[in-house]
Every structure is written in C-alpha cells, then in structure tokens.
C-alpha cells in the first residue's frame, strides 16, 4: 500500500501544481469524463489480458488502471486512507461474521 500511497501523493502534486509534460495534468486538464473514460478502457483491458490468460499483460493492466483509479480519486477528493479504512472495517466485518458461523452454536 506504500507504493500506491507514494503514486497518490505524485498524482495530488500534479493536480495542485500542474508540470509541463506531465500526462497525469494532462488528464486533470481534460477533466472528470476523460479520466472516467480511460478508467472504463484501462478496466477493458485488464479483462482482455486476463481473459487471454497473458500474466504479464495482466500485471502491467493492473496498474495501468491503478494508476487511473488514483487520478479519479484525487479529482473526486478522495483518499487512499478513505479507501483503506472501508476495506479494514470491511475485512473486520466480514472475518467476524465467517467466524460467527463456523463456531458450533448449539453447545
Ligand atoms: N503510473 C503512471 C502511468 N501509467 C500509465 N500512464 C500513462 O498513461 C497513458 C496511457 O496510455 P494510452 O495509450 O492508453 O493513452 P494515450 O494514447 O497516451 O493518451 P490518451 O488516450 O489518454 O489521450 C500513457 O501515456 C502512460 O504513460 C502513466 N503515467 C504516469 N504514471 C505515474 O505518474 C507519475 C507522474 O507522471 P507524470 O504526470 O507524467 O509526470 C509517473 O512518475 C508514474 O509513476
């Protein structure tokens, strides 16, 4: 998660101080529709790689729509930490509730 955190900060940077050449301004530039619509492509293709069974392509995918994902969260003011606590409260949730059921309840 350290890794994605660093890439969010770079992607905050870049929206609060745009950089000439920067692709990442580039889509802050264009907007919420052209960031919405390469996160729908990237999304396509790492289903096409996936589906071809193709590991490595698969893998670069992945974070090619990561990378997107982060760009739509830090245009809708959304952080990696907001992210991060839904998915604690939910794995909590969730391993509490798997565990309730596997306890015998009838002693
Ligand atoms: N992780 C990425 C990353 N992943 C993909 N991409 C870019 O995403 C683009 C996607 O390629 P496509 O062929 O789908 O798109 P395109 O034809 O180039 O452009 P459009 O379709 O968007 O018009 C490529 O230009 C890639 O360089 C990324 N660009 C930047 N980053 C990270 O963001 C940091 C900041 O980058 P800059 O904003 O460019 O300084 C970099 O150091 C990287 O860590």
């Known amino acids: 998660m350290e890794t994605i955190k660093g890439l969010y900060d770079v992607v905050l940077k870049r929206k609060n101080s745009p950089q000439e050449g920067s692709y990442t301004c580039y889509l802050f530039e264009k907007g919420l529709d052209k960031i919405l ?4 492509e990237e ?21 090619d729509l990561l ?19 839904i998915l604690e409260k939910r794995r909590q949730k969730i391993g509490n509730l798997k565990e309730f059921h596997q306890t015998d309840h009838n002693t």
Do not use: F
Request: proline share 0%; aromatic share 2%; hydrophobic share 35%.
């Open 37 to 40: 619509k390469k996160c729908g």
């Open 43 to 63: 999304c396509s293709e790492v289903i096409i790689a996936a589906k071809n069974g193709n590991k490595e392509d698969t893998r670069e995918e992945i974070c």
């Open 67 to 85: 990378y997107h994902l982060l760009v739509m969260m830090a245009q809708q003011g959304i952080s990696v930490e907001e992210i991060e606590e």
